[in-house]
């Protein structure tokens, strides 16, 4: 199915595309309201949030964004630092037509949204990082090789997508393996993530280019910790939304990042809280954005 397709099958949602920052983002809007844009995670695309956008759809007008080099939106070669992807969604934010907006993101996304929130928060009315602290020092601690009894998952999926050239010779037209287990590892409930939805991500990860781009958002890690370390606390209301065994670290961390922050936890999920607790995760974003 088309973008056009999969936004039709939600109901009053239209597939577009906006010039920003010299490459064109691909995005999907309904609804009316105060406008929500929404970033997804790897090994995701705008898709993430199909069961969420009906719903505050009521209240929002919402954009689900293909964050640069995901999905239908533009692959350029560079600029895939966190910081210059908050370029692109500030851009994006004034091609709408709008001074300020909500903004929420998951993994990488959530990276992007709390550095948008960081250098322009002229533009960011609120935030939601969901289950995903912006990159920082820690990641330099993640073991190669995990000592007997460390309590998974343990990420080598970091180091893969810093090597060049190899994750897209292994994984084109094999992006499905891929998709298969990173759901498989943080998933609660397996089914929460349908076949259909699985072959729609991994159609959007098959082709070499896509997966080039994606192994971008990893390689600028050290510019994006560099980055991170120079950020003042976010000036604008923040919420943290995670899973159990994340809960813990983000509500120590995230309210050392910004000046106005509540955390809360989304209980029976793991990683992918968006598509197992999608009920919860609209209800929190009721109270918060409303």
């Known amino acids: 199915m088309t973008d056009a397709d999969l936004a039709a099958s939600l109901g009053d949602f239209t597939s577009e595309y906006a010039e920003v920052n010299g490459i064109r983002l691909h995005y999907v809007t309904g609804g009316s309201g105060t406008p929500l844009i929404l970033l997804p995670g790897w090994p995701e695309t705008w898709w993430e949030y199909r069961k969420l956008m009906p719903a505050l759809a009521t209240e929002h007008r919402v954009f689900a964004v293909d964050i640069r080099g995901m999905g239908s939106s533009d692959k350029p070669d560079s600029g895939y630092s966190k910081k210059s992807m908050a370029n692109d969604i500030k851009e994006l934010v004034h091609a709408l037509g709008y001074e300020r907006a909500n903004l929420a993101g998951h993994g990488i996304g959530a990276m992007v949204a709390f550095a948008c929130a960081a250098n322009h928060p002229e533009v960011v009315e609120k935030v939601a990082i969901l289950n995903t602290t912006h990159i920082d020092n820690s990641y330099y601690e993640f073991p190669m090789v995990p000592r007997p009894g460390d309590a998974p998952p343990h990420r080598w999926w970091l180091a893969f997508n810093q090597v060049r050239e190899l994750p897209e010779q292994l994984l084109a037209g094999r992006a499905r393996h891929l998709v ?7 998933l609660v409930n397996p089914d929460a993530i349908s076949e259909f939805d699985r072959e729609v991500y991994a159609q959007a990860y098959n082709a070499p280019g896509a997966i080039r781009a994606a192994t971008g958002w990893f390689q600028t890690y050290q510019q994006d910790i560099d980055d991170f370390n120079s950020y003042d606390p976010v000036s604008v209301p923040m919420l943290g939304l995670a899973y159990g065994g994340f809960f813990d670290y983000m509500a120590k ?27 919860a995760v609209v209800s929190a974003f009721a109270a918060f954005f409303s």
């Not at 990042?257 to 197992?276: A, F, K, T, W």
């Open 180 to 186: 298969d287990y990173m759901f498989g590892i943080s």
């Open 253 to 279: 961390a995230l309210p050392r990042q910004g000046v106005d922050v509540r955390v809360e936890q989304i209980s029976d999920s793991r990683n992918y809280l968006v598509e197992e607790q999608p009920a």
